[in-house]
């Protein structure tokens, strides 16, 4: 959706941009689906792009989608769940909308105050007998407290499913953030740190998944006269896959341009009473994909704050507001009152601009308007 721009004259300096390859780069490589004529369906950049991916992210498994959320479904879908899925109501829509769309019930867990991720502390006491998964979001990158919730699902015999849309290229401890529960899907939409315009993937461990996901995302055929499952359309086409393997080999480049600005906000922005920075575990390698901070009202309260650079043309975003459990469409379902943290996240916190070719000097006129009195 595109934001109602103020005149100022200024050009507007949106929450993110996406890179782009070089051009030469990828009409180079697409010049060659003129010749092939092979356009979609698991062609050659497919294959490619799935082979590189597993080697960057360092997982035994991965399968491409068209999109994240695509591959979210499919893979809640693949491990057959039934019943309750414990998740987080602090994340993107499609957390919560893709297990829903499997028929299973979501079942919101409060977030930690620091990063934002889902509580293990709150997670035990949501647990029933018809509890068989958990779905936690390593939201802004923050990568989860994965020993704590792995140990809890594994006491109860529930899969863990990360939504890692934010952690493409993450690693704790020098483990990649993909090798983490039973599968993690990331997404790779124009807005994210490493994209292939719309898509997204699932990486796992567990070989048979790669079956399971395949066939579901191709209708169920597993061969042309075999239809094995009920599935559906979630292959990524070879024009996403070409833009994939343009844009991985500038990832490097990409995180390094990132993380100066990153810096830069933190640098400006921290040590200041009522401005809250997101922790910066030891061991954890970001990929400064968001620049998320909240507000507290002793400081000056969030929707000030945003209105103050909303005027000056800058449009930064209330990337979690409102929590999934307090939307229009679970009305009835839910209470957001059982989530408070949540709740009060939701209210203070924003995501600043931050994207390769934005300027230092702007990350600095953002912080001067921000701490303005
Ligand atoms: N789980 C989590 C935790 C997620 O955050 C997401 C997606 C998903 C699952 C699902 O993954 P996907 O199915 O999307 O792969 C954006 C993204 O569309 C969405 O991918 C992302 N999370 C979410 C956090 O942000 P919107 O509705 O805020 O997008 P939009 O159109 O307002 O764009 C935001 C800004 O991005 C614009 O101000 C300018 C810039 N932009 C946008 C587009 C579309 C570009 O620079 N280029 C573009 O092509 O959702």
Redesign the pocket.
């Known amino acids: ?1 595109k ?1 109602d721009m103020p005149v100022t004259g200024k050009a507007p300096v ?5 890179s782009m390859p070089p051009f030469e780069e990828y009409s180079e490589l697409i010049k060659e689906l003129w010749e092939s004529r092979w356009l979609t369906n698991m062609g050659d950049f497919h294959q490619r792009l799935e082979h590189e991916l597993k080697a960057y992210l360092d997982t035994p498994g991965l399968t491409l989608f068209m ?4 591959a ?1 479904e499919c893979v809640l879908r693949a491990f057959g769940l039934s019943g309750e899925v414990i998740t987080t109501p602090f ?2 829509a ?2 919560t909308h893709a297990i829903v769309q499997n028929g299973l019930t979501p079942v919101f867990a409060d977030i930690r105050p620091d990063d934002y991720t889902l509580d293990p502390e709150k997670i035990e006491e949501k647990i029933t007998e018809k509890t068989t998964a958990i779905v936690p ?1 390593h ?1 802004y990158g923050n990568i989860c407290k994965v020993k704590e919730i792995e140990e809890i699902a594994g006491r109860h015999g529930l899969k863990v499913i990360y ?1 890692a ?2 952690a493409f290229g993450e690693a704790l401890n020098g483990e990649s953030a993909a090798s983490f529960g039973d599968a993690s ?1 990331f ?6 740190v490493f994209h292939t315009i ?3 993937a699932v990486a796992f461990k567990d070989r048979t998944l790669e079956h399971a996901l395949n066939g579901l995302k191709n209708f169920g055929i597993m061969d042309e006269e075999t239809v094995e499952l009920v599935g559906g359309n979630g292959k990524m086409n070879e024009f996403q896959a070409a833009m994939g393997l343009c844009n991985l080999r500038h990832i490097a480049q990409e995180m390094e341009k990132r993380k100066k600005l990153y810096l830069r906000y933190r640098e400006n922005l921290s040590g200041h009473p009522g401005i809250v920075l997101c922790p910066e575990p030891e061991g954890l390698r970001r990929n400064y994909s968001y620049m998320p901070v909240a507000f507290k009202d002793s400081f000056k309260n969030r929707d000030q704050v945003m209105a103050q650079l909303l005027e000056e043309n800058i ?1 930064p ?1 209330k ?1 979690f507001y409102p929590c999934i459990n307090a939307y229009w469409c679970y009305r009835d379902r839910f209470s957001p009152e059982d989530t408070p943290i949540a709740g009060k996240v939701s209210r203070e916190i924003l995501t600043l601009p931050l994207y390769a070719d934005l300027a230092l000097e702007t990350v600095d006129e953002i912080c001067r308007i921000i701490l303005r009195k």
Request: hydrophobic share 35%; aromatic share 8%.
């Open positions: 959706m934001e949106l929450v993110t941009r996406s999109n994240g959320h695509m979210l994340s993107f499609s957390t979001v939201v939504d849309a934010h899907m997404s790779f939409h124009a807005t994210k719309e898509g997204g449009h975003r990337y």
